[in-house]
């Protein structure tokens, strides 16, 4: 199954991205011998992921010659991927050395 999912994942990324980059996140586990847990981060990430599971499971369906499978949703929040700005960088690192601070003051720094 996980190999289906990473292939159908690097289809996915080549034709659509958007859809790609929503559900590039979720993991999808065998909880019973015809239950699929997928397991996803946001509402929006699920809706992206609606849009095109019939394409992902009509073939995995198929390829593994059971047609009784079924899909359960599971929100999982550890999924989240934060986005690391410049700022979030430079955040960090003056929490360490507080001395940036005075620099980034003196020196006017952009991190946008």
């Known amino acids: ?43 929006s990430a699920k809706h992206e992921f609606e849009r095109v599971q019939a394409d992902f499971f009509n073939h995995f369906k198929h390829k593994v010659n059971n047609f009784k499978i079924e899909i359960l949703y599971k929100a999982d929040t550890s999924l989240k991927r934060e986005v690391v700005t410049k700022r979030k960088i430079f955040d960090k690192f003056a929490e360490i050395n507080p001395v940036l601070r005075d620099l980034e003051d003196l020196m006017k720094f952009d991190f946008t």
């Open 1 to 43: 199954m996980q190999n289906e999912w990473r292939n159908f994942l690097k289809e996915l990324s080549v034709s659509d991205i958007v859809a790609y980059n929503a559900i590039s996140s979720f993991q999808l586990c065998k909880a019973d011998e015809n239950q699929i847990e997928v397991l996803y981060s946001s509402d």
